[in-house]
Nanobody
Framework: EVHLVESGGGSVQAGESLRLSCKDSRLTFNLYALGWFRQYPGKLPEGVSCIDRDGISTDYEDSVKGRFTISRDNAENTVYLDMNTLKPEDTAKYYC????????????????WGQGTQVTVFP
């Protein structure tokens, strides 16, 4: 059973923005750190951003710092990724993933994954 459902992907021009959402159907959402990963064709997923269960600690991959913002609404069981000033190299499939309590940069440490949403950025 898939508990995480992403939405908000799409096709945009470089410089535009998108907001990704990931809704968790479990009642224990607030016990989990939530991470956003992206996967390029033929590559392993790489970490983009993460937020801990309390929403206090956040991490960002260097190439998205200053452009992407992660947030969560525990009342809505949803984590967001606001992506601004998008670049063609941001084109990938984006996944949200969950692990207990705190963030980790390793996708192997996340035990719940959504099915992903495609982001395409045209030059």
């Amino acid at each position: 059973e898939v508990h995480l459902v992403e939405s908000g992907g799409g096709s945009v021009q470089a410089g535009e923005s998108l907001r990704l959402s990931c809704k968790d159907s479990r009642l224990t959402f607030n016990l989990y750190a939530l991470g956003w990963f992206r996967q390029y064709p033929g590559k392993l997923p790489e970490g983009v951003s993460c937020i801990d269960r309390d929403g206090i600690s956040t991490d960002y991959e260097d190439s998205v710092k200053g452009r992407f913002t992660i947030s969560r609404d525990n009342a809505e069981n949803t984590v967001y990724l606001d992506m601004n000033t998008l670049k063609p190299e941001d084109t990938a499939k984006y996944y949200c993933a969950a692990r207990p309590i705190s963030c980790s940069p390793s996708p192997n440490e996340y035990n719940e994954w959504g099915q992903g949403t495609q982001v395409t950025v045209f030059p």
